[in-house]
């Protein structure tokens, strides 16, 4: 993956807002890479443009040898469903769904015809191999979690994307729930770009930039 003078600005009331600016990095095959930095630096803009979920206003974004400037959204979100898996601070299950059904449907819109074979053993390897028939509001905020982390991993994508996968967690949740991306992430051998503001968890990434202002302050 490889960002190269990427520039990013939308349109606010007060007219134009700067969120990126001339922001260049490469991230390797199966590294993992922390974001840091204060809120409103622009780490959670800089996932998505990565993810292909935000289009930047100039620069060039190229993921797997796709320019994603170039792309129509057809293309970009057939980018994503082949090569992506995404972690949010919020768990984003559908409620009338089981575990199970929130981990296969992905897969099922993919074309996979394991679909709900594959999820089952995703959602046992992170520990809910009992719980598959539960329901969101049936399971805890570090079980929903889990649902999320098997639902991101079971199409085996190449890069994984995590933005604050453990803000709504408490403390003793949250190190489970980081053991578990990272078991995960060395199972699949994805690229792992993590967004946090917790500096113990970004020491355990390969590498760290940091961002303020919508630029990068080192690489350390």
Do not use: W
Not at 47 to 53: E, I, P, R, Y
Not at 102 to 123: H, I, Q, S
Not at 165 to 194: E, K, M, S, V
Request: glycine content about 10%; proline content about 4%; overall charge negative.
């Amino acid at each position: 993956m490889t960002l190269n003078k990427v520039n990013l600005s939308l349109m606010g009331n007060a007219g134009r807002v700067d969120i990126l600016r001339d922001v260049s990095l490469m991230a390797k095959r199966g590294e993992t890479l922390g974001l840091t930095g204060p809120s409103g630096s622009g780490k959670s803009s800089l996932l998505m443009l990565m993810g292909g979920l935000e289009r930047a206003t100039s620069g060039q974004v190229n993921v797997l040898g796709h320019d994603f400037g170039t792309l129509g959204e057809d293309a970009l979100a057939r980018v994503r469903r082949d090569h992506f898996g995404v972690v949010f601070q919020s768990f984003h299950l559908i409620p009338t769904m089981t575990a199970l059904e929130n981990v296969a449907t992905p897969l099922e819109l993919a074309g996979k015809a394991d679909a709900f074979a594959r999820a089952a053993d995703e959602l046992a390897a992170v520990g809910l191999g009992a719980r598959m028939d539960h329901y969101p509001a049936q399971l805890s905020g570090g079980e929903q979690q889990r649902v999320a982390l098997a639902r991101a991993v079971a199409p085996h994508p190449d890069i994984l994307l995590a933005d604050e996968p453990t803000g709504n967690l408490d403390t003793t949740t949250g190190a489970a729930i980081i053991d578990l991306l990272f078991a995960l992430r060395d199972r699949h051998g994805a690229t792992l770009i993590l967004v946090t503001h917790a500096p113990e968890l970004a020491a355990r990434c390969d590498r760290v930039l940091t961002l303020r202002d919508g630029q990068f302050e080192a690489d350390k």
